[in-house]
């Protein structure tokens, strides 16, 4: 029987946020500039409100997460499962149409639920340097909430294609209303790239819908075809001759391409990724980290969730590709961002939107090798990947929003300015780089450990990145905190008083920050906090893809 | 009783934490140094005792004590684990005991500082981070160290971060630390490399696991190509923590830190983790007999290369940097000749006297006023006595004057090298052995005698407080008599059976590198004439060298010296800069790779290429809608004739084909 729980959780926690929308709805924004700014404050507050409700139902998931279960393959595998028809229809020439509304987590979902509540969390705090609007970004934040949320849970293909594009509309309007200078042109190329692997997506949905068929449960005796991603996994369901029947056909190999292609522009791996480094850059800062933080590990959960398992001879194929392309993308996003050093405008936020690429790299490399340690590992990476580059976006906005510039010659010398900052600032900056004690070293080695038992030429050239990272981070650190405070940053923020009391962070920016260092060094001490959730779930998954792929050996 | 382990790195980590996280508030540096040297000094205590307990009745192996599973998948699990043997033991008593004198010292050297609780807090943490480097019993738990000391020197050299540092490329002191992480970094690389190829071979990463297997299977293992790519990607990682050639260039730029900071952590502790690493893997490096040579050329160039360019520097701090460079130089090269022993001897010995010459160094600049310029002090005998006489003693014991510490332990590594690989590699060690004794008793003299060459604008030299001279007298009274504990047997051997007291404690540990080397290797007998001979000769190279520095450097004008400089202005230049690998590095590996990045991949591969193609497929599509745009003209007639145009040729189509 699957695992379900006494209270439909995971609908709570994914449509909590439309919930939040509809009562934002309801508060008008005021007439009056008191008014205005009263409502906004309860805008404000009403969305840390909505966001601390679901991080809570994600720690209950947490506690009552059941170790034991490995989910992958096996629909009594997955937990705090909901499941009844949605669309259910007969249509003339292409037969009955069956939706299933199906939500369901396990080892490889849970994670990523969890990073996805804390990360909202921290950036609802993070929004509040958002001026213009307030009403509308908070509404479009939450629909992006809700979204991400729905992605993770989804075990229904076409349920997780419905939110999968939800999260390209209010994304497209965060970045294209409250954005950068150039704004438009970067919400647009981001619209355009994700949308081209959406359509991708979508067209070997189609196919595989034909290709499964699963017995109906309203007509005994009767077969339906089926979105149900757990179903897709079993051989069994295959109709002889439909279109992805037969294993190892190049159609499947094509299609296989084509998903990976569509998950691999959201991850970004290179050479897809130039949409990346101008979203960011123009992005507001809460935007920057949830974009970091959580929508990056989409495409990486898609390849896991339904690319790998669905087409498992063609990731055997394509393998020893995917892995080169990741460390390609560690090494490029390293040296871009290095690249960045040498430029006379030094933009601090495209720096650390290409180390994301090269982060990210880990993560491809990790669950390229399909050993239990690299796929843990890199599950591992996107979890700390999505809590400390948002760490590492916000301390950037915390000066964006004193200064109004990221430019790294703009600094120098803040640490005396704001101690406590530097000290936050130092912990990520650190973290980044994969320092023992903190979470992306346990995940960074893990990787490399997986990677190097099936790829270690690529393990060996991915491991100068780290050499390439310290260099990249810790020359900006030094250039913004270390070194003479410039002559035009002596007096204090905001001479007014009215903005930025202190000079240091302020106790918003502190509640945002504070948490997710907390969270990073206690899971460099303890990672076994995350990584027994997904033991078992990965373990179940190597185990169903050993026949198809290379697991260790020396080629490549 | 080894249980006790747990607190040892515990009770750093604490002061650490409180210390970083209150000191702010406490403000009282009486308070804030008595937290940050008791922790240390308690850990001390508890490993003497482990120590005393253990020399008396000796385990039959390891004992390890298990703290808690730090990273577990499935059958892969990674314990935070200590492992309690003879070399982890006194490590980790040369860490916490020259690391507890180190912590007093800096209550007087930090005086007044208004970052002392950071201060103090970064020391805690780097003794922590030492410990679990020592103490580790497998490879991830020493790499936490590795990267962790790698940490704490980082944030220490750029203590004092507003304040500028002159140096290749250099403008802050937080760039010396940058240098220095980084650099560190490429031996790290070899480190972690190293780490997955054990895990691959014997899929564990525990020390004692790995060494059995090794020593286990040694005729199979021996001179493989595996164990050689194991052991020289931990050499890579060795010389990036100990500074040796490539990878030195970051300890002479490392002296932008506070003195205390240069003394614990790059002379005494964190430099030798390399010597750690290699002696606790002494069966793996004793199976790659190609990595040992490695090893051995790369510690005589270093120990070289480094020595000469000592000679020459006129900045006090540089000079005993250049010399640690060095005096690591010997201990690799005893190393890679398959002295073990020895090379840990030296250590400590090193330890003591080296400490004691960056602490001598520290009061030295601390009585000055901040001066580093050896040319600007002179005749500061008569106002620092105290730190004069302890110098002085550190000198001796670096020169290898006989019977002070430094004279056994560097001894036994040339006779070693010589035992072992012949009369060049002797030579060039007793080379270098010669300039150390030349640049020290130049140093000493420039600033202990002679006349006064500074201004007194700033006050007088005075002697520093009994803070920082009560641990200068117990460094000084160590560097004295600290080598006794190494008599070599053709000294002592009247007086006992096996005299070496440090070679009897980790025979133990070295048992099976020997048995492996000895097994390869045509064991060959030396006389003890030639090994008195040859210790006589290295003796009478140091006095020469004191003799050379007394001549040229007791005359006021420096008439000799200057005419060397005159006339070999070539080598002078070339040694002044260090042989300009500074500059080789910059031009070479950090340029290059930060044009490509940013003329190339970033500037026209990324944007011009990759964003091309996008942008180019974009506006593509729009001059193509451009162009169909036009047929829909909205002049009716036109689309009349497309539309009989179409008729026309559909049934062509349907008539001809």
Redesign the interface.
């Known amino acids: 029987m699957p695992q379900t729980f006494g209270f439909p959780i995971l609908t709570w926690i994914t449509f909590l946020p439309i919930l939040g929308m509809i009562i934002l709805a309801l508060i008008p924004a005021g007439k009056d500039e008191l008014s205005r700014d009263a409502s906004k404050k309860y805008f404000r507050w009403l969305t840390v409100g909505i966001s601390f409700v679901q991080l809570v139902l994600a720690l209950v998931i947490f506690g009552n997460f059941d170790y034991n279960l490995a989910g992958i393959n096996d629909p009594n595998g997955f937990q705090f499962v909901e499941k009844f028809t949605w669309i259910k229809a007969n249509l003339p020439m292409v037969g009955s149409i069956n939706i299933e509304y199906y939500l369901g987590i396990d080892g490889i979902s849970a994670p990523m639920v969890l990073l996805t509540t804390i990360v909202c969390f921290v950036a609802s705090f993070t929004s509040f340097s958002v001026k213009k609007s307030v009403k509308g970004y908070m509404a479009m934040y939450l629909l992006l909430n809700t979204a991400m949320m729905g992605c993770f849970v989804a075990l229904d293909f076409f349920l997780f294609y419905v939110f999968w594009e939800l999260m390209l509309i209010p994304m497209y309007f965060l970045i294209g209303i409250w954005g950068g200078p150039r704004k438009e042109y970067a919400a647009i190329k981001f619209f355009i790239y994700t949308f081209v692997g959406s359509v991708f997506m979508l067209l070997v949905m189609v196919g595989l819908y034909f290709t499964y068929q699963i017995p109906d449960p309203s007509n005994p005796g009767m077969m339906m075809h089926t979105f149900n991603l757990v179903a897709m996994l079993d051989p069994a369901n295959i109709v002889p001759g439909s279109i992805f029947a037969s294993i190892g056909s190049d159609i499947r190999l094509i299609a296989f391409a084509a998903l990976f292609i569509g998950f691999a522009i959201k991850v970004p791996i290179v050479p897809f990724h130039t949409w990346l480094p101008d979203a960011h850059v123009e992005a507001p800062t809460a935007i920057s980290v949830i974009l970091a933080g959580v929508l990056l590990k989409m495409g990486t959960y898609g390849m896991l969730r339904i690319a790998f398992p669905i087409f498992p001879e063609a990731l055997g194929y394509f393998q020893c590709w995917i892995s080169t392309l990741g460390m390609i993308s560690i090494i490029y996003g390293a040296l871009c961002a290095l690249g960045q050093h040498k430029v006379g405008k030094r933009d601090l936020k495209k720096m650390i939107a290409y180390s994301s690429v090269s982060h990210m790299g880990y993560v491809m490399i990790g669950i390229a090798s399909m050993r239990p340690e690299g796929i843990t590992g890199g599950i591992f990476q996107m979890f700390n990947h999505g809590t400390i580059t948002a760490m590492l976006f916000m301390i950037v906005g915390v000066i964006y929003d004193r200064a109004h510039t990221r430019g790294l010659d703009d600094f120098g010398g803040l640490a005396n300015k704001m101690p406590i900052y530097t000290g936050l600032m130092t912990i990520a900056f650190f973290a980044a780089i994969g320092l023992p004690g903190m979470s992306g070293f346990i995940s960074e080695t893990m990787v490399f450990l997986g990677s190097f038992q099936t790829y270690p030429l690529n393990t060996m050239l991915s491991g100068l990145g780290i050499i390439l990272g310290a260099a990249y981070m810790l020359w900006a650190l030094q250039k913004v905190f270390f070194g003479k405070l410039p002559e035009k940053w002596q007096g204090p923020w905001d001479p007014t008083g009215k903005l930025y009391k202190g000079d240091d962070v302020n106790a918003i920016e502190l509640t945002a920050l504070v948490p997710l260092a907390v969270v990073i060094i206690v899971l460099g001490i303890c990672p076994s906090l995350v990584l027994d959730l997904m033991t078992n779930s990965v373990n179940h998954f190597v185990e169903f893809m050993k026949p198809f792929v290379m697991i260790g050996g020396i080629n490549c | 009783m080894y249980d006790l382990v747990k607190f040892v790195p515990l009770l750093p980590l604490l002061g650490f934490l409180f210390l970083g996280l209150l000191g702010n508030k406490i403000k009282n540096e009486k308070i804030i140094g008595s937290i940050g040297c008791g922790t240390v000094g308690i850990a001390f205590v508890l490993l003497f005792s482990m120590f005393w307990n253990f020399i008396q009745a000796p385990p039959e192996s390891a004992v390890i004590v298990p703290i808690y599973?730090?990273?577990?998948?499935?059958d892969?699990n990674i314990q935070i684990a200590y492992q309690v043997d003879q070399l982890s033991l006194l490590f980790g008593m040369i860490i916490t005991g020259v690391g507890f004198l180190i912590h007093v010292y800096s209550i007087g050297y930090m005086h007044g500082d208004r970052s002392f609780f950071r201060f103090f807090s970064y020391l805690n943490l780097f003794i922590f981070m030492m410990l679990n480097l020592v103490l580790a019993n497998n490879f991830?738990v020493t790499?936490?160290g590795w990267?962790?000391v790698g940490?704490c020197s980082?944030l220490l050299i750029?203590f004092w971060?507003?304040k500028k540092f002159q140096g290749t490329r250099l403008?802050?002191?937080?760039?010396a630390?940058?240098k220095a992480?980084?650099t560190n970094?490429?031996g790290?690389?070899g480190f972690?490399?190293g780490m997955?190829l054990v895990?691959?071979t014997f899929g564990t990463l525990e020390y004692t696991s790995v060494n059995q297997a090794a020593s286990n299977a040694y005729m199979s293992y021996y001179g493989s190509g595996i164990m050689t790519a194991i052991t020289i990607m931990f050499f890579l990682g060795c010389t990036g923590k100990s500074a040796q050639l490539p990878l030195a260039i970051w300890l002479p730029d490392a002296m932008a830190g506070p003195t205390s900071v240069s003394a614990l952590i790059h002379a005494a502790t964190m430099v030798t983790s390399g010597i750690f690493l290699i002696a606790r893997n002494s069966v793996l490096f004793a199976l790659a007999p190609d990595t040992m040579t490695v090893v051995l050329v790369v510690g005589i160039i270093t120990a070289f290369t480094a020595a000469s360019v000592g000679l020459v520097q006129n900045d006090l701090k540089k000079v005993l940097a250049y010399s640690t460079v060095s005096q690591l130089g010997f201990m690799f090269a005893a190393l890679g000749a398959g002295a073990f022993t020895a090379g840990v001897f030296h250590v400590m010995t090193h330890a003591f006297f080296k400490g004691l010459l960056f602490l001598a160094a520290g009061a030295i600049i601390h009585g000055m006023h901040d001066e580093q310029n050896i040319k600007k002090m002179g005749g500061l005998k008569s106002y620092m006595p105290k730190t004069y006489f302890t110098f002085l003693i550190a000198t001796f014991a670096i020169s290898g004057i006989p019977f002070f510490s430094g004279f056994f332990s560097k001894d036994e590594i040339l006779w070693s090298v010589y035992a072992n690989n012949g009369i060049l590699p002797w030579a060039i060690l007793a080379i270098s052995a010669l300039f150390t004794a030349f640049y020290m008793f130049r140093l000493l003299y420039l600033v202990f005698f002679g006349k006064e060459r500074f201004n007194c604008e700033h006050g007088k030299p005075h002697e520093a407080p009994a803070t920082m001279t009560i641990p200068l007298i117990i460094l000084a009274f160590l560097s004295a008599f600290g080598g006794f504990l190494g008599i070599p047997d053709v000294l002592g051997s009247w007086a006992s059976e096996s005299p070496n007291l440090i070679h009897n404690y980790l025979s133990p540990i070295f048992a099976d590198a020997n048995r492996v080397l000895h097994s390869h290797a045509g064991h060959s007998s030396h006389s003890s004439i030639l090994e008195l001979g040859l210790m006589l000769v290295s003796v009478l190279l140091a006095v020469f060298g004191i003799y050379k520095a007394k001549q040229y450097y007791s005359d006021p004008a420096w008439t000799s010296p200057r005419k060397l400089v005159r006339n070999y202005n070539g080598i002078y230049r070339m040694l002044l800069s260090k042989y300009k690998l500074d500059e080789f590095y910059f031009a070479v590996v950090v340029d290059t790779?930060?044009?490509?990045?940013?003329?190339f991949?970033?500037?026209i591969f990324?944007?011009k290429g990759?964003?091309g193609v996008?942008n180019g497929t974009?506006k593509g599509t729009l001059a193509f809608a451009d162009v169909a745009r036009k047929i829909q003209s909205g002049i009716v007639q036109n689309y009349a004739l497309l539309m009989t145009a179409g008729i026309v040729a559909i049934l062509c189509i349907y008539i001809f084909i």
């Not at chain 2, 599973?69 to 499935?74: P, R």
């Not at chain 2, 790779?593 to 003329?599: E, G, H, I, T, V």
């Open positions: 599973n730090w990273i577990t998948i499935d892969f991830l790499f936490l990267e962790g940490l980082y750029g971060y507003d403008t802050w002191t937080g760039d630390a940058n992480f980084i970094r490429v790290d690389y972690l490399i997955f895990f691959i790779l930060l044009n490509f990045s940013k003329n991949l970033w500037k990324d944007v990759i964003d996008v974009a």
